[in-house]
DNA sequence: CCCCCCCC
């Protein structure tokens, strides 16, 4: 089939470069945050939200967010109303996705954690389709981790970041009063381990602490994490847009599972 | 265009 121009496929890279590309249809360099792309990008689904309300204006509508990763990275896309609700239910992860006319905008590193300067914005105009005849990801450049010592000196609590790890222990859930609202609240602390077998503690609340269905020795990528500071004591937490991904296609799951005996032996 | 807060 003769290859059209349009059909081009573009690494997640050259999003980053359109700031300096002459040539693109890109018409307003100044205004990043409503660029109409005539370009197609491809990549596979690696993190995809639950569906979550957000009020715009007095109108109710659906939202959500979901990852692709191709060979040169990561990027996030969010995708509104009633788009939002037709592919919400179809986006698996691994299913390799090919995106046309789509907007992207700057991003905002207090959301979002995969490294690229750069979104997808899918609206009712942005064509969505699976691609099931292609060559497989060959993972040069991840998401970025942080590193669980890290977590313990972070100095900027305001950053969205992502972190993979064993799970070592699965904590009850804890209930009590919040004192601002009274309601009642739900946590769960669960103990991640990384391949140096330092831990991290990582707090899930209500819905997440409640309904959690992981397994000490599963192997959990969170996406889109926050950092949680009391008393000087660093933890990791997850937030309603937070996406934790069992046994994940990236290198540092696919390492740590290959280390799991050796790291956690089976009792 | 949307999310980031909940407790010791």
């Keep these: 089939m003769a290859k059209r121009k349009r059909d081009t496929i573009e690494e997640f890279a050259v999003i980053k470069r359109i700031r300096y590309d002459e040539n693109t249809k890109c018409v307003k360099l100044s205004n990043m945050s409503n660029i109409v792309q005539s370009w197609v990008v491809r990549g596979e689904v690696s993190s995809v939200s639950s569906i979550r309300l957000c009020t715009v204006g007095k109108v109710e509508k659906s939202v959500f967010n979901f ?6 990275g990561v990027i996030r896309a969010t995708a509104y109303g009633t788009t939002a609700d037709g592919i919400h239910d179809k986006l698996q992860n691994g299913m ?13 590193p207090a959301f979002n954690s995969t490294g690229n300067e750069y979104e997808i914005e899918v609206d009712e105009r942005t064509f969505i389709r699976e691609v099931t005849d292609c060559p497989t990801v060959e993972e040069k450049k991840s998401l970025p981790y942080t590193e669980f010592h890290d977590v313990q000196s972070s100095t900027d609590t305001g950053i969205a970041i992502n972190v993979v790890g064993i799970i070592k222990r699965v904590g009850d ?14 946590k769960r602390d669960v103990i991640l ?19 959690w269905k992981y397994v000490p020795r599963d192997i959990i990528t969170i996406t889109g994490a926050g950092i949680n500071e009391f008393c000087g004591f660093y933890s990791v937490k997850l937030y309603r847009t937070s996406v934790i991904i069992k046994d994940a296609a990236y290198a540092k799951s696919v390492m740590l599972k290959g280390l ?6 089976q009792l």
């Design 67 to 72: 990852e692709l990763r191709d060979d040169t």
């Design 96 to 108: 390799i996705m090919q995106l046309h006319n789509f907007k992207i905008k700057a991003i905002n």
């Design 173 to 186: 859930i804890k209930e009590f009063q919040s004192k601002s609202s009274a309601k009642s609240l739900k």
């Design 193 to 211: 381990m990384d391949e140096n077998k330092n831990t991290c503690v990582v707090t899930m609340w209500n819905d997440d602490a409640v309904d």
């Design 260 to 265: 799991l005996d050796e790291l956690m032996p």
